[in-house]
């Protein structure tokens, strides 16, 4: 995930400097990020769910298995059918979301009714119900202070002669083809504070 928010930073020059902006103002030059910082970052957690609804990791979520038949939307669901839950097609659905392609994190700013409790069943990339990851809140704010950490300590460029690369590779989990590689400039005001 961390390489998918970069990569969307580094293809997106206004959402970048917004982050960037709202780092030093939260944060300050003069000193290096703290966990105390992590819950005024809402625009940088908007740009982390925005990357979350384009390339969720586990598109189709762990299979469910249901114990009993079932009608939903029309559609009969036997007992024991293997069902899959397409969140990567949910989540770019042109009718339940707005420009869906365009990686626009103001989103979640207009509406804050998104967050990873898997109770708004447009955006799901943690799961819903029951069997929702385990592992929510030590995703979320590992992300968030990793993201931090280096968005506010570096400035990051693409080799010289490089381009950004967007496709995936399907699968349970789902990665990035090539691997992103960029480049760090230290931009804090005082080298002891990288030690
Ligand atoms: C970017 C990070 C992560 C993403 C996107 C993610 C996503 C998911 C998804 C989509 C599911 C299936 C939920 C469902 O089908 O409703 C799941 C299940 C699960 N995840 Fe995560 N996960 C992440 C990180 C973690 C971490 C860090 C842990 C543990 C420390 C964890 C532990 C689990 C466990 C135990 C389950 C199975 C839960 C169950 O079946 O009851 N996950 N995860």
């Given at each position: ?152 300590s570096f400035d990051w ?27 760090p400039r230290p ?9």
């Amino acid at each position: 995930m961390v390489e998918w928010v970069m990569s969307e930073l580094l293809q997106h020059k206004a959402v970048s400097e917004k982050v960037m902006e709202e780092l030093t103002e939260v944060v300050g030059m003069n000193n290096m990020v703290e966990e105390h910082d992590l819950p005024k970052l809402t625009y940088l957690d908007a740009v982390i769910k925005e990357t979350f609804r384009l390339h969720p990791p586990l598109p189709l979520l762990v299979p469910r298995c249901p114990s009993q038949s079932a009608t939903i939307g029309g559609y009969k669901i036997p007992k024991g059918s293997k069902v899959f839950i397409n969140i990567w097609a949910i989540q770019r659905d042109p009718q339940l979301w707005e420009n869906p392609l365009q990686f626009k994190p103001e989103r979640y700013l207009e509406n804050p009714g998104f967050d990873f409790s898997g109770n708004n069943f447009i955006f799901l990339p943690f799961g819903s119900g029951r069997r929702i990851c385990a592992g929510v809140p030590l995703a979320e704010r590992m992300l968030k202070y990793v993201l931090a950490a280096l968005l506010h300590s570096f400035d990051w460029e693409l080799p010289e002669g490089t381009e950004l690369e967007f496709s995936d590779k399907f699968g349970i989990v789902v990665k990035k083809v090539k691997p992103l590689v960029a480049i760090p400039r230290p931009k804090l005001s005082k080298p002891e504070l990288y030690q």
